[in-house]
């Protein structure tokens, strides 16, 4: 799945703003997960643009999708507070996102794999941290 970014969202303010560190208005990214919290926006997981170049979640309102294809990795689950998850398989176990945050070598290797498979799936550079 790939969307292009039509405007950018501050996301402590909610406002609309020009330019931000982490996107950039115009530039199609691939989406490596959807996040869809009850009650709350869903969510696309991205790769940002700062140089961290780690994965973030992105409010899904500020892009349009461009590709609707869905990568075959792909699957549905939910957490503990009834979170919809879609996402390889490996990344859906409890505590996987503290773990990678945490540097753990496994949480790691598991994103590194599942993230590079997508990305080559939509024609997009590997992942490499």
């Known amino acids: 799945m790939k969307v292009l970014c039509v405007k950018i969202i501050n996301s402590v ?3 609309e703003e020009d330019q931000s560190p982490w996107l950039e208005l115009g530039k199609e990214y691939v989406v490596l997960a959807i996040f869809a919290p009850f009650a709350l926006s869903t969510s696309f997981l991205l790769v940002s643009d700062d ?3 780690l994965p973030v979640p992105f409010d899904a309102n500020q892009f349009e999708i461009v590709c609707g294809a869905l990568p075959t990795t792909w699957i549905a689950g939910s957490d503990k507070e009834g979170r919809v998850e879609i996402a390889p398989e490996k990344w859906l176990r409890e505590d996987f996102w503290l773990d990678f945050y945490d540097r753990d070598p496994r949480a790691l290797e ?12 939509f024609g997009s550079d590997e992942w490499n941290r």
């Not at 598991?110 to 799936?121: G, S, T």
């Open 51 to 53: 140089t961290s170049k």
């Open 13 to 15: 303010t909610r406002k």
């Open 110 to 121: 598991d994103f590194r794999i599942e993230a590079n498979q997508i990305l080559r799936e």
